[in-house]
């Protein structure tokens, strides 16, 4: 039997979900900060600064490696290193499908990024964390990819830089994401030993279990401004302690003010900063030396 209706072709063509925004969205955006409008062509080349008042936008870690190395260029590295689910843990969502959607999300393999190249013509071993990935949360895979990068710079004896962005261990691994904690931190031990420099950026916001590891390990820790950077957040501390917190308390100027960081600099500067720490302690004559040194430590340790 024919349909007693037949609908009409719609007047109106319909625009795919993913395109359905106003144009001029996307050309401004508002600062967090100082709320001025920014053209967001110019945030790009600003490296996502505002020119009004310098604060700074939280970025994504390829954004970050991108930054970074020479021409933009490196090689990712260990993206097959990705979380299971030994404990089969569900919250509001089983974890493989909190794994996936954030996968799906943040178009990353997991919570940080392994990569090589060159900075200033140094060969560098850098990780980026990115906040989108559950939070930069720190599972195994996260600290046994820390792990990884800094066996890699022990091997081709290179510097490690990391940019840490994280709120802590990841829940949904339990006691296996503390362990990482002590694990990143021998492994980290192990560059010292070899007299190998590991430089930690502390990006917004640096807190928990990844704080009170890898982010605090530095030999040079730097943090941008105004970056939130602790182990428990200020409303847990003000409940414990019972007593109002200074203001900027947790805040990258307040950090350094107690000694707790070397250097504020502002990601407009980072790049030409680090490459100005690698030429001093990735000296040539430096590390003929060290090569030396080591070389006597590993005939003692055989006796
Ligand atoms: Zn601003």
Request: proline letters at 5%; a negative charge; glycine letters at 8%.
């Amino acid at each position: 039997m024919p349909p007693w209706f037949r609908k009409k072709t719609p007047k109106i063509e319909s625009v795919p979900v993913e395109e359905r925004r106003v144009r001029t969205e996307n050309v401004f955006v508002k600062c967090e900060q100082c709320e001025a409008p920014l053209y967001k062509r110019d945030l790009e080349e600003a490296l996502q600064v505002c020119q009004h008042c310098g604060y700074h936008f939280r970025i994504g870690a390829r954004e970050r490696l991108a930054m970074f190395f020479d021409d933009g260029a490196y090689q990712e590295l260990d993206a097959e290193v990705v979380s299971a689910d030994p404990l089969e843990f569900v919250d509001s969502k089983p974890y493989p499908e909190r794994l996936e959607q954030a996968r799906r999300v943040s178009g990353l393999p997991e919570a940080i990024i392994n990569a090589r190249g060159k900075v200033g013509g140094h060969l560098v071993f850098a990780g980026a964390m990115d906040m989108l990935f559950i939070g930069g949360s720190m599972g195994s895979a996260v600290g046994e990819k820390v792990t990884r990068l800094v066996e890699r710079a022990l091997e081709k004896r290179a510097a490690v830089v990391i940019f840490s962005a994280s709120g802590g261990a990841r829940m949904q691994e339990g006691t296996l994401s503390l362990m990482q904690m002590a694990k990143v931190a021998a492994a980290l031990a192990r560059l010292d030993d070899a007299q190998l420099p590991y430089i930690s950026v502390l990006t917004d916001p640096t807190t928990g279990g990844v704080t009170a590891s890898f982010a605090m390990l530095g030999d040079v820790i730097i943090a941008e401004p105004k970056a939130l950077i602790g182990f428990a957040g200020p409303r847990v501390i003000e409940q414990t302690i019972r007593e109002k917190l200074p203001e900027n308390f947790q805040r990258s100027e307040f950090l350094l003010e107690h000694g707790m960081i070397d250097a504020i600099v502002d990601r407009r500067e980072m790049r030409a900063f680090i490459i100005k720490l690698l030429g001093f302690m990735m000296n040539p004559e430096i590390t003929r030396e060290t090569e030396a040194e080591v070389g006597v430590k590993q005939v003692n340790s055989k006796w």
